[in-house]
């Protein structure tokens, strides 16, 4: 089946650094990929939608200057949290769809984000 | 607005009973619906989908699901809990005339008791 990987799986970064993380399509294209962050025991947050050559759209009350996403490529999605601060400490996960609506999406295997 | 609701913020059952994890949704039309699971630090996988057709889906582990368009419902299910399938569980909904966007539900975690 369609693998997605996301890479790194854990990373620490000192407070106002950046951090940048990977999100792959192993064997589709990807037009299009979604980020998410979640935060603990709690359901995902959709941040960006991901569209290859062009800009990303972000959701409502996310901030495009702080999570830079870039995709370009048909395989490969970053996502950069710039200036990092503790708050944004989280599990950030992925996603890519390649087929029709009534597909299901594969999901990255998710980032641990600690900033210290 | 459009929501997809899991009323359950947790589910605990024996091993060996029978499992239900609930989903509601309320978006119009006939959206298609999906059950995913996550398993600690891990993203999301596929388990199975209801688009069209018979309203008893199966899908991957033993699970399936029920749709119910009268009670927009789409209930998973799974005849014999295993302590593995331990996770947190999440419905989602898209939309077949929208984006690839999905609506999720808030998650029910799963706990199967040896």
């Known amino acids: 089946g369609a693998v997605v990987s996301q890479h790194p799986s854990r990373v620490i970064c000192k407070s106002g650094t950046s951090v940048k993380i990977e999100c792959r399509s192993l064997d589709f294209q990807a037009t299009t990929m979604f980020w998410y962050r979640q935060f603990p025991k709690q359901s995902l947050m ?26 370009a490529s048909l395989t490969l999605s970053t996502l950069t949290v710039t200036s990092a601060h503790p708050e944004d400490s989280s599990f950030y996960i992925c996603s890519a ?9 594969f999901f990255g295997q998710g980032t641990r984000l600690t900033v210290v | 607005a459009q929501s997809v609701a899991q009323p359950e913020d947790q589910v605990n059952v024996a091993e060996g009973n ?57 209930h998973l299910k799974k005849p014999s809990a295993l302590v593995s399938d331990s996770a947190l569980y999440f419905c989602a909904v898209r939309h077949p ?4 966007k999905y609506i999720f539900g808030t998650g029910t ?6």
């Not at chain 2, 975690?109 to 040896?114: F, H, S, T």
């Open chain 2, 97 to 100: 005339s929208g984006t690839y």
């Open chain 1, 46 to 71: 959709l941040m960006a939608t991901s569209n290859e050559g062009s800009k990303a759209t972000y959701e409502q009350g996310v901030e495009k200057d702080k999570f830079l996403i870039n995709h």
């Open chain 2, 18 to 74: 029978p499992l239900t994890v609930k989903c509601t949704y309320s978006v119009s039309g006939n959206p298609y619906l999906f059950w995913y699971v996550q398993y600690p630090n891990r993203g999301l996988q596929f388990l199975l989908k209801y688009i069209t057709g018979d309203n008893l889906v199966k899908g991957s582990y033993g699970f399936e699901a029920e749709f119910n368009k009268s009670q927009t419902s789409f």
């Open chain 2, 109 to 114: 975690r799963l706990k199967v008791l040896a």
């Open chain 1, 97 to 105: 769809s390649n087929r029709g609506l009534n597909t299901e999406a």
